[in-house]
């Protein structure tokens, strides 16, 4: 982002990212409570955030660790209850409510549910003698929130970490645990870059659709 302030505090239509994410669970699912993971230097910039967008939502906030992994694993320690547990990243701010209505259905019926879209790019393997093409049939895009029985995630997580943990899905798969793919959403893309800022932008000033 080539930014001094995080992109999930960015603003979007007037709005911080991460607020919007918020607010769009809330607009969905049944009294969610809230765990915020991010750096402790970053709390007293988040309570700002939080005292002016979500003062009625109940949220607790603890500091993140290394990698997603660690950070994952500090909010779990906070969960005492059984149930479901949605990991959502903060820069997505545009699930839908049939996308985030199935996560939760199938979560709670299976253990798991996590959203993934199809490619339409051709895509290719990085070799040390050059690249190989690979078939986009066989492969899909990931996305949040992933959802998982809570004591299946904290089980999952009294693993130790592994390179390969980039998300909650890998993390559970390593422990024995199967993932149940949900259709995601195209919308719900991750504001990572200049380009996705953008977009973010042009989505809230378009007239608001029935979800």
């Known amino acids: 982002m080539n930014s001094q302030v995080p992109k999930q505090f960015l603003p979007v239509g007037g709005v911080p990212v991460i607020a919007r994410t918020i607010l769009a669970l809330c607009d ?115 996305q949040t929130p992933q959802c998982f029985d809570i004591m299946t995630l904290k089980k999952a997580y009294q693993q130790t970490f592994n390179d390969s943990f980039t998300d909650d899905a890998a993390v559970v798969e390593a422990a024995g645990f199967k993932i149940n793919l949900v259709e995601g959403d195209q919308s719900n893309f991750k504001i990572t870059t200049r380009f996705d800022l953008e977009i973010a932008e042009r989505l809230v000033a378009e007239p608001k659709q029935a979800k």
């Open 28 to 142: 969905v699912w049944k009294d969610p409570e809230f765990i915020v993971v991010l750096p402790e230097e970053e709390f007293p910039r988040w309570e700002k955030i939080r005292r002016k967008y979500l003062k009625k939502i109940p949220i607790r906030t603890t500091k993140g660790g290394a990698t997603r992994f660690h950070s994952v694993k500090n909010g779990l320690k906070l969960i005492k209850d059984e149930g479901i547990v949605a990991v959502q990243d903060a820069c997505r701010p545009f699930p839908s409510g049939t996308l985030l209505t199935k996560c939760f259905e199938v979560a709670k019926e299976k253990g798991s549910a996590v959203p993934a879209i199809d490619l339409k790019d051709s895509i290719r393997e990085m070799l040390k003698e050059g690249s190989r093409q690979r078939s986009r049939e066989k492969y899909k895009i990931v």
